[in-house]
């Protein structure tokens, strides 16, 4: 996986926290920890937290007597998600996934949203998060859907390659909605050190003010920005523009209302 792929640093963050935020990832945070919130857990770690939407909602959810350690990556990511006025009670702490610096017994429960599929080497973060979890410990994750039942992420991908013919971005389909094969994932779970996964398709709104602010987050707040600027100098306000038009043309001019698919996985040691 190219370095690019992961990078979510310059103005990145903050776009993907105004425009994606609200857009893909609020409806699965509250998903997520109506489904964490059963399970009571005392010391939870979130993975690839980003801009800590996830993080914020188990805050709400959970409260404080449940000790929250947030990881991400990129340090840009966690300096948004530490200024933002809602933050709570978590302990942020930057760090690579696939070498978590936390001791044996040390979570009960390990969150992680739309996050997997940007580890370059799965199997290695799986078998991170296996050592870190409690002899009983549960692993939830999400993981989008094929890019078909996901319309607005589709449409958008279908205008860049129309504007880019000859050699079209390749990075949304090949990372966020490159990982949605179950079987591949249960085997890679239970090669790392689980025994039992269980997999769950959820559908959930997507809806943005305007389709225009769909098209900023997707090809300004990910690394599709680093691949329309490699393709076209100066070109990044037109290519957003050209999927601003092509969302325009299926969802209409006014606010966005789509639906989006996912894949929620729970891993139990």
Same mark, same amino acid.
């Given at each position: 996986?190219?370095?690019?792929?992961? @990078?979510?640093?310059?103005?990145? #963050?903050?776009?993907y926290e105004q425009y994606l935020s609200p857009l893909f990832f609020e409806p699965y945070a509250v998903d997520i920890a109506q489904r964490i919130a059963p399970f009571a857990p005392r010391r939870l770690l979130e993975t690839a937290a980003g801009t800590g939407?996830?993080?914020?909602?188990?805050?709400?959810?959970?409260?404080?007597?449940? @000790?929250?350690?947030? $990881?991400?990556?990129?340090?840009?990511?966690?300096?948004?998600?530490?200024?933002? #006025? =809602?933050?709570?009670? @978590?302990?942020?702490?930057?760090?690579?996934?696939?070498?978590?610096?936390?001791?044996?017994?040390?979570?009960?429960?390990?969150?992680?949203?739309?996050?997997?599929?940007?580890?370059? =080497?799965? $199997?290695?973060?799986?078998?991170?998060?296996?050592?870190?979890?409690?002899?009983?410990?549960?692993?939830?994750?999400?993981?989008?859907?094929?890019?078909?039942?996901?319309?607005?992420?589709?449409?958008?991908?279908?205008?860049?390659?129309?504007?880019?013919?000859?050699?079209? #971005?390749?990075?949304? =389909?090949?990372?966020?909605?490159?990982?949605?094969?179950?079987?591949?994932?249960?085997?890679?779970?239970?090669?790392?050190?689980?025994?039992?996964?269980?997999?769950?398709?959820?559908?959930? #709104?997507?809806?943005?003010?305007?389709?225009?602010?769909?098209?900023?987050?997707?090809?300004?707040? $990910?690394?599709?920005?680093?691949?329309?600027?490699?393709?076209?100098? &100066?070109?990044?306000?037109?290519?957003?523009?050209?999927?601003?038009?092509?969302?325009?043309?299926?969802?209409?001019? &006014?606010?966005?209302?789509? $639906?989006?698919?996912?894949?929620?996985?729970?891993?139990?040691?």
């Open positions: 996986m190219p370095k690019s792929d992961a @990078a979510f640093e310059g103005s990145i #963050p903050v776009l939407v996830v993080t914020r909602e188990l805050e709400r959810v959970l409260g404080e007597d449940t @000790a929250i350690t947030a $990881t991400d990556l990129n340090q840009a990511m966690i300096d948004v998600a530490t200024t933002a #006025p =809602e933050s709570g009670h @978590a302990t942020w702490t930057q760090c690579d996934a696939m070498a978590l610096p936390f001791a044996e017994d040390s979570f009960d429960l390990i969150a992680c949203q739309f996050g997997v599929m940007f580890f370059p =080497e799965r $199997t290695r973060a799986y078998q991170q998060a296996a050592r870190v979890l409690a002899r009983d410990g549960t692993f939830i994750f999400t993981v989008w859907d094929s890019l078909a039942v996901n319309d607005v992420t589709r449409i958008i991908a279908g205008a860049l390659t129309a504007r880019y013919p000859d050699d079209p #971005p390749s990075f949304i =389909e090949r990372v966020p909605f490159g990982y949605f094969d179950v079987d591949l994932i249960r085997s890679e779970l239970i090669a790392s050190g689980f025994a039992e996964v269980d997999a769950e398709t959820v559908t959930l #709104p997507s809806r943005a003010d305007t389709a225009r602010d769909a098209a900023i987050g997707v090809c300004q707040g $990910t690394p599709v920005r680093a691949e329309i600027e490699a393709r076209e100098a &100066g070109g990044l306000q037109a290519a957003t523009e050209d999927a601003a038009q092509a969302l325009i043309t299926n969802f209409g001019s &006014g606010r966005l209302e789509s $639906t989006m698919q996912a894949i929620t996985i729970a891993a139990r040691l």
